[in-house]
């Protein structure tokens, strides 16, 4: 499941030809995340016995997300940063809706990346983060 999440939440190459390996003959699924990635998560996951709860938190929240969440007010002195990743799942969030989003101070599209972002590409995620803070700082 975990393999299955980070092959298809990712800019992950698709096609046979377009498949990277590092110098020790490891697959890179995208980015800087690579196989060991995968096998560190999973063993997280499983033996902390988290799987379960893992799944639920997906399950049982991303109904709510999608309807209930939406219909939320964002105060205006509350500063908000948004970066749409590449290959992120887009689902509701749409950042020229006012009533959620009253004070954008970031926003940015970039080339690459996915859900897991901050695995695939730590340099640009952290980036992001310390622009976003220095412009709330303004």
């Given at each position: 499941w975990i393999y299955e999440k980070y092959l298809s939440w990712t800019?992950?190459?698709?096609?046979?030809?377009?498949?990277?390996?590092?110098?020790?003959?490891?697959?890179?699924?995208?980015?800087?995340?690579?196989?060991?990635d995968v096998i560190m998560t999973a063993c997280i996951y499983w033996l902390n016995g988290r799987v379960t709860s893992g799944l639920n938190y997906y399950i049982e929240n991303m109904g709510w997300a999608m309807t209930?969440?939406?219909?939320?007010?964002?105060?205006?002195?509350?500063?908000?940063?948004?970066i749409k990743w590449e290959d992120i799942i887009?689902?509701?969030?749409?950042?020229?809706?006012?009533?959620?989003?009253?004070?954008?101070?970031?926003?940015?599209?970039?080339?690459?990346?996915?859900?897991?972002?901050?695995?695939?590409r730590p340099k640009e995620y952290v980036a992001n983060i310390a622009e976003f803070i220095k412009k709330c700082n303004e």
């Open positions: 800019d992950s190459p698709n096609k046979l030809s377009e498949i990277k390996y590092d110098d020790n003959g490891q697959r890179i699924i995208s980015g800087d995340l690579n196989w060991d209930t969440f939406t219909k939320y007010y964002v105060p205006e002195n509350v500063k908000i940063g948004i887009e689902r509701s969030f749409d950042p020229n809706n006012k009533y959620h989003f009253r004070n954008i101070v970031m926003e940015k599209k970039m080339k690459a990346g996915g859900h897991f972002a901050g695995l695939e």
